[in-house]
């Protein structure tokens, strides 16, 4: 099985029912995608598949193979922190941060297809994401002005 | 002292420090500021933190305590650089590590910042003392003529300075605490009291933070466990050899315990799958029956009100009797439960997500009858606990494992072994009878709770005549640490029979609060709240205001709720939650904020909809689409009045802010609907008055 993540191609040889999460964690050693539920009811897991933000943990991996998947370590570019990474730190959206990574995927779906979301479309297009400290206005700063 | 584990001694100290200069402050030291009274030091020469400087200058700090998303690793770093005038970039905190820190009991009960904070402080200071002392010797010049800044010691004379590195260079000493030394007061403070950044910040949003759950060993495998079927379910037989037909599986079977190991994740999940287990149960209490089960079984059962309380109740022309209930709700940290274990040469190794690193280190000792100072636990800062990660389950059965196959295991717990296996905020059932005079002052209470526990339960207003009583019980879940505890059941009883005097009485709860209350902090915050709330403006129709106060551990919090509801269609909708809240002088406003909003916003699940399903030993709602917890879309419009007492010693923030949330929003749908909610969570059918109750209905 052929994957693409973070532009990278892999070959991987998995049992049939993984999930990309798993392979991302398990044989990528990409751990910055997170499990919290395993029913795509968190959204901690979130990646984008072809710019879409996704809960890896329910979606099968052979299912992405022909796809783009782009995972939390693949928004820094040289070094350089992707506009929602920053914009986390500089409204410090988290307090334990185990949801962070998935809430930077959705929100950068979100801004890819909306820059200038109001405060309830980013409320609508988060709603699958629990940031279980629950600095939710936080994040909505953070989203609002990245 | 019996050993190096247990608590660090003077003596075997100095072969740890290695070069530099170090303060260390000991348990009795520690001690003096714990109001904790449980709290048994392990030795009055046992070193309970310490901070050192090495020869190259850098600041390395070392404490017990453990980060779990409240930023104490920033807020303990900015209190050190505070008094060490250093950046807080330069500053190392080593923390929950049982060979390297020494002992702690854990990092709960909003201890950390009134306890561990102003020892670090001290010995901060004291490490200053002894650095410009050593500068002044050096230059001989007068002691009070120099000072540090920025890493340097100063002569402010001269202009002479010389680094801390410079100055440690080639010692090797270990001070301790000045008791009497000056610290810098609240006023004077320009790191600690400012937002300074979590540490670490960059390494979590780009995904490169280890957690327990993230972390790999070379040769690991990963360890599940067979579970039993319900509570109370002993195991008759299973057959385990369906489950060896994968490569790399290996069956562990120890007693009752069955776990497998495997390369990958799924190939263990897939392995255990298979095996095919028989179980006898035994009846379990189920919530359908829960209250009255808390009450006849409660350890307890006398009601000892006394005569003088009777008679009050008896003669006062206000009177509310009133029952609450309250259910078992789950912590849910988004990280579950992780352990990674390695044994070597009969030592063991672990890596885990708990609140209590040398309580789980204990918990290997007994359980592998191995000494303390043969296990080494180490606690990454992690994916949040909230009192649910007092425990070391995922760390035995990850050493269980790792002793049986030979090799580092890694358990992380699924979100429903979360939700079964772990422990929940006790239920409760409260039971209170007041009464009030014409004047609206309080005449007698009496109050009652059975097994919520005893956190929050004294009145915090004047009365005259009063029997509180805390009944443990028999709980049927297991039960732990919560943020706030018990104080969120009884404020949450407390501040709804006040207001149900001030109905009857036809007076302004808030004035009702204020002409029953003494206490000057409390009443600060409830007006501080009431103010930006703007309390007596006038309602809109449809809309009800309520309000709550209370306190936990040194820390006061006012809450104001506005409502709207719809009377055609019974609607309810949270509109808008006002907080004040003070813990002494504030050593981070952002994170001070980030703990209060997220208590509050937490508070709003246990309050509105959370709630946990049993029924014969199983939970019904293991899952997170099942157990609703809040989302963006709950979220009310927020306000946060932080009152900084600089006068008052830092107190910790991570529980009372969750005390008021219930109360405040219960007591403004009373306001509006004339319906009393008196059971905890309001509204779990959804935000509308007119579904059936969440206990009749299971």
């Known amino acids: 099985m052929k994957i693409n993540v973070n532009g990278t191609d892999y070959t991987l040889n998995v049992p049939a029912n993984t999930s990309l999460l798993d392979a991302l964690r398990v044989n990528l050693n990409l751990t910055g995608s997170k499990y919290g539920c395993g029913e795509g009811a968190c959204g901690a897991c979130k990646v984008l598949i072809d710019g879409h933000a996704t809960p890896s943990c329910i979606t099968p991996v052979a299912s992405v193979e022909n796809k783009i998947v782009i995972t939390i370590e693949g928004l820094e570019k040289d070094g350089q922190l992707h506009p929602l990474q920053q914009a986390f730190l500089d409204e410090d959206a988290f307090q334990c941060a185990y949801c962070s990574s998935g809430m930077i995927i959705s929100a950068v779906a979100l801004k890819t297809k909306n820059p200038t979301p109001t405060r309830q479309e980013i409320i609508e297009a988060m709603q699958g994401n629990i940031c279980r400290c629950c600095v939710y206005p936080r994040i909505i700063n953070a989203i609002s002005k990245a | ?698």
Not at chain 2, 59 to 69: P, R
Not at chain 2, 149 to 175: D, E, P
Not at chain 2, 177 to 188: F, G, H, I, R, S
Not at chain 2, 288 to 295: M, N
């Open chain 2, 1 to 698: 002292m019996k050993n190096s584990v247990e608590g660090i001694n003077r003596r075997n100290f100095l072969k740890l420090l290695g070069g530099g200069i170090a303060v260390a402050l000991t348990y009795s030291d520690l001690n003096a500021l714990s109001k904790h009274t449980a709290f048994v030091p392990p030795g009055d020469d046992a070193i309970a933190a310490w901070v050192h400087i090495l020869e190259n200058g850098t600041v390395t700090v070392y404490t017990g305590k453990v980060e779990v998303g409240q930023n104490i690793r920033t807020s303990l770093s900015q209190v050190v650089a505070e008094e060490l005038s250093v950046p807080v970039s330069s500053i190392e905190m080593i923390m929950g590590d049982t060979l390297l820190t020494p002992y702690d009991r854990g990092t709960y009960g909003s201890l950390t910042t009134p306890t561990m904070g102003p020892k670090l402080r001290k010995a901060a200071a004291s490490l200053r003392e002894v650095l410009t002392d050593m500068a002044a010797k050096q230059w001989n010049v007068a002691q009070q003529t120099v000072a540090v800044k920025n890493g340097q010691v100063i002569h402010a004379v001269s202009g002479k300075t010389v680094s801390f590195g410079v100055l440690t260079r080639g010692k090797k000493m270990l001070l301790a605490v000045n008791d009497q030394v000056q610290l810098t007061p609240a006023e004077k403070w320009s790191v600690a009291g400012t937002p300074v950044a979590k540490v670490n910040a960059k390494s979590f949003v780009s995904g490169k933070h280890q957690y327990v759950s993230d972390m790999v060993m070379p040769g690991m495998v990963y360890g599940k466990m067979l579970r039993a079927p319900s509570y109370g379910a002993s195991l008759v037989a299973a057959d385990v050899e369906k489950a060896k037909i994968s490569p790399g599986v290996n069956v562990v079977k120890e007693d009752n315990f069955i776990g497998v190991t495997a390369p990958d994740p799924q190939t263990a999940t897939n392995a255990l799958a298979r095996i095919e287990a028989r179980w006898k149960t035994t009846p379990q209490p189920s919530r359908a029956e829960i209250f009255t089960y808390l009450k006849t079984h409660a350890q307890d059962k006398e009601r000892k009100a006394g005569e003088a309380v009777d008679k009050a109740f008896g003669a006062a022309p206000v009177q509310v009797q009133q029952h609450f209930e309250v259910q078992y709700i789950a912590h849910v940290p988004l990280e579950p439960r992780a352990a990674l274990a390695v044994w070597e040469n009969g030592k063991l190794t672990v890596w885990t997500g708990t609140q209590r690193p040398f309580g789980v280190q204990e918990e290997l000792a007994e359980v592998f009858s191995i000494p303390k100072d043969h296990i080494r636990v180490m606690m990454p800062d992690t994916g949040s606990a909230y009192g649910g990660k007092h425990s070391g389950e995922a760390a035995v059965e990850a050493a269980r494992l790792s002793r049986a196959v030979g090799k580092p295991v890694k358990v992380v717990w699924t979100r429903e072994e979360e939700f079964k296996w772990a422990y929940f905020r006790p239920a409760g059932l409260i039971e209170v009878a007041a009464a009030a005079s014409n004047e609206g002052l309080l005449a007698s209470w009496e109050f009652h709770n059975y097994n919520s526990g005893g956190a929050g339960i004294e009145i915090p207003y004047e009365v005259p005549h009063k029997h509180i009583q805390y009944h443990p019980s028999d709980t049927p879940l297991k039960q732990g640490s919560y943020r706030g505890l018990a104080a969120t059941a009884n404020v949450f009883s407390i501040e709804s029979v006040m207001d149900d005097l001030a109905r009857q009485l036809k007076q302004d709860p808030f004035r009702f609060r204020l002409n029953n209350l003494k206490e000057e902090r409390l009443k600060q915050v409830l007006q501080a709240a009431a103010s930006k709330f703007d309390w007596t403006r006038q309602k809109e129709a449809g809309r009800g205001y309520g309000m709550a106060c209370g306190f936990v551990k040194n820390a006061y919090v006012g809450t104001c709720a506005e409502v709207a509801y719809n009377k055609s269609n019974g609607q309810l909708q949270l509109l808008r939650l006002v907080v004040a809240f003070e813990c002494g002088a504030i050593v981070n406003p952002m994170h001070l904020e980030n703990q209060v909003m997220g208590c509050v916003l937490q508070g709003l699940g246990g309050a509105l909809f959370e709630a946990v399903d049993f029924k014969d030993g199983r939970i019904l709602n293991p899952s997170l689409s099942s157990y609703r917890v809040p989302r963006f879309g709950d979220i009310p419009e927020l306000d946060i009045v932080l009152v900084d007492r600089k006068d008052m010693p830092s107190a910790g923030a991570g529980e009372a802010p969750i005390v008021g949330v219930a109360p405040a929003i219960r007591n403004a749908i009373a306001d509006v609907t004339g319906v009393k909610l008196n059971t905890l969570p309001l509204l779990p059918h959804g935000m509308t008055l007119k579904t059936p109750s969440l206990s009749s209905n299971k």
